[in-house]
């Protein structure tokens, strides 16, 4: 079955069944030797950011995405085999690589089943989005705010930022006005400014004014990270934005011999992290660095972490 989907119509979501596996292990860095796990909805991903480094590798291509109807069923089952081998997960990171929210009732409704999976066995949740949630997921979250932690990513108020980089993303306002439905029915939830483009979003006047939209709605923790380049995204770019545009980027990422890096600088990164988490503290507000996409110069996590769980043995989340 095909059906056309997400905002502007592009490209074919193709209906299938079962995943050979729902969760996956694919994790950032500062994750790898816990208890935690990946889920996503679909396979591939509609909204198809133009920086986005998962869209370079064949697994989330926006052309054709994939989604699973009866994830709701496979999750319980797996999830009951965990409990089973005593070796549930202690987190799942839900939508990693592709975004569940883009505007289709059958992903929103699937999206919703697997929440519901993952709270009834006890599993927190920490989920990433910039789409735009229906309210029944908001309800179900809302009926377990000890289990989850929703983060909203918002890059940047601009509308040029906007139509260059994300344009099938949900406009920033919208986001904004999900983040204060979320908090009016209980739901904790954090900001995220990701990425920060040199130049583009990362001036104090843009990180104030994202800042203190957040702030508005109620927001008080955010993480931040530079956009994590390298060349596959550079090719993207050179592909999808302005040659003014690419001309631009393109020097924040050059090595000193002249080669493509994944970093802008990092004393430019660690003197624009210290302003920004400076205009934090005028809105009381705490600003955190994402270690993983930082290694070079901070540690540490910026994920909202469960409590331990009982029995501090590992064990394979996965049958071998």
């Not at 059958?106 to 910039?130: H, I």
């Not at 924040?252 to 992290?273: A, F, I, M, Q």
């Not at 901070?298 to 909202?304: I, L, N, P, Q, T």
């Amino acid at each position: 079955m095909t059906q056309r989907f997400g905002v502007n119509k592009v490209g074919e979501l193709l209906i299938r069944e079962n995943k050979s596996r729902a969760f996956t292990t694919g994790l950032p860095q500062c994750l790898v030797d816990s208890r935690v796990l990946a889920f996503n909805v679909v396979s591939g991903c509609p909204v198809d950011c133009h920086y986005c480094k998962y869209q370079t590798k064949d697994t989330s291509r926006a052309d054709t995405v994939h989604l699973y109807t009866m994830l709701g069923r496979q999750v319980r089952e797996e999830l009951a085999s965990m409990t089973r081998r005593d070796c549930l997960p202690q987190m799942v990171l839900f939508n990693t690589v592709s975004e569940s929210f883009f505007g289709n009732a059958l992903a929103n409704q699937v999206a919703g089943e697997v929440l519901e999976a993952l709270f009834a066995a006890g599993v927190y949740v920490n989920l990433t989005t910039k789409g735009i949630m229906p309210r029944s997921v908001m309800e179900i979250a809302a009926r377990n705010p000890h289990l989850v932690t929703v983060t909203v990513n918002v890059a940047s108020l601009s509308e040029s930022f906007h139509r260059l980089f994300e344009p099938r993303v949900a406009t920033p306002e919208d986001r904004f006005q999900m983040i204060r439905r979320l908090r009016e029915l209980g739901v904790p939830v954090r900001g995220r400014i990701e990425p920060l483009v040199p130049t583009e979003n990362d001036s104090p006047k843009d990180i104030e004014s994202l800042l203190a939209r957040f702030r508005e709605v109620g927001i008080r923790d955010v993480v931040v990270a530079y956009l994590h380049y390298g060349l596959d995204v550079a090719n993207r770019l050179a592909r999808r934005v302005s040659r003014v545009q690419t001309a631009l980027l393109g020097p924040w990422y050059r090595g000193p011999n002249g080669e493509t890096v994944h970093l802008v600088d990092k004393e430019y990164r660690k003197r624009k992290y210290a302003d920004f988490k400076q205009i934090a503290q005028k809105y009381s507000m705490r600003l955190l660095v994402c270690a993983c996409r930082n290694a070079d110069i901070y540690s540490g996590r910026c994920f909202v972490m469960p409590a331990p769980l009982k029995s501090p043995e590992k064990k394979k989340l996965f049958k071998e």
